[in-house]
């Protein structure tokens, strides 16, 4: 998971507020509103813009996969509240649809867990201020608003998430707080798939590391070699799949990779590696 700056992305205009309000009026007396949402916020118009947005890549996970469309606020009953119609209201709400992969997407199903359940938005919405005379308030709508809820689901879109999440040199994510916690158990993030797919990356990394000692040896343009190999492969780079991950190699590159060459016995490799990253590091 990374940040995501939505603002730079207009809204699609098939979410236009007046075709939006016919949709909503129309359910907002049924029992239950969130199994009448057409499929307006799945169109392509709106799918484009959110791959684009996230570089095709799930908002939780970061693999490249097919994507689904996710309501991060859950549309139908959710699973903490049984007697809560869902937001539905937010249904085609743009700050509110998030790309997700269909995993992630199962496994947080209708679940939106708060550290209170007492600052829960209710589903009447002319008490919460969404619906006054009969016609929606759309900029109480954008998800900047309805932050009165104790969440505890981090949003990509709003939480500095690099504040939050913190992987390991295994693959393995880690908490520090409580809303890091319950986003790591909802989305699976610690999925033994996932793991492998994260130590997969290092490993490969390593290979390629030792196939250039081997292959070049004194050569003097071993340094230049590796220069070329950090920037293809450990460059910070937002498109690539789990880029947080490899962001955490890259920072801490002494840990990640110096110290498994070591352990492999590559002591002095080790050494003039470590040396060869820092004075690439510095360079950019």
């Given amino acids: 998971m990374i940040s995501i700056d939505k603002s730079v992305v207009k809204k699609p205009d098939i979410l236009s507020d007046n075709e939006i309000s016919k949709k909503l009026l129309g359910i907002k007396n049924d029992a239950n509103p969130g199994k009448k949402i057409t499929n307006l916020y799945n169109e392509a118009e709106v799918k484009v813009k959110l791959l684009k947005l996230y570089n095709n890549k799930c908002c939780a996970c970061e693999q490249e996969a097919e994507l689904e469309i996710d309501h991060f606020r859950p549309k139908n009953k959710i699973k903490e509240k049984t007697n809560h119609k869902g937001y539905y209201w937010l249904s085609y709400e743009w700050t509110n649809l998030l790309p997700i992969c269909s995993r992630c997407n199962k496994f947080k199903s209708n679940q939106f867990p708060l550290k209170n359940e007492n600052t829960r938005i209710s589903d009447n919405l002319e008490q919460e201020g969404f619906l006054k005379n009969g016609e929606f308030i759309f900029e109480n709508f954008k998800i900047q608003n309805l932050e009165k809820e104790e969440r505890l689901l981090l949003n990509p879109e709003i939480d500095k998430v690099e504040e939050h999440l913190l992987f390991l040199p295994t693959g393995e994510i880690t908490n520090l707080t409580e809303k890091d916690e319950k986003t790591?158990?909802?989305?699976?993030?610690?999925?033994?798939?996932?793991?492998?797919?994260?130590?997969?990356?290092?490993?490969?990394?390593?290979?390629?590391?030792?196939?250039?000692?081997?292959?070049?040896?004194?050569?003097?343009?071993?340094?230049?070699?590796?220069?070329?190999?950090?920037?293809?492969?450990?460059?910070?780079?937002?498109?690539?799949?789990?880029?947080?991950?490899?962001?955490f190699i890259f920072e801490y590159f002494d840990i990640f990779v110096v110290e498994k060459l070591k352990d492999m016995g590559f002591e002095i490799h080790a050494k003039e590696l470590e040396n060869f990253f820092n004075e690439w590091k510095k360079q950019l």
Avoid: A, M, V
């Fill in 184 to 247: 790591i158990k909802i989305y699976k993030l610690n999925r033994n798939w996932l793991i492998d797919k994260r130590w997969n990356i290092i490993e490969n990394q390593i290979d390629d590391i030792i196939k250039i000692f081997i292959e070049w040896g004194e050569d003097q343009k071993l340094k230049k070699r590796f220069f070329d190999f950090f920037n293809n492969e450990l460059k910070p780079d937002k498109t690539k799949n789990y880029s947080r991950f490899r962001y």
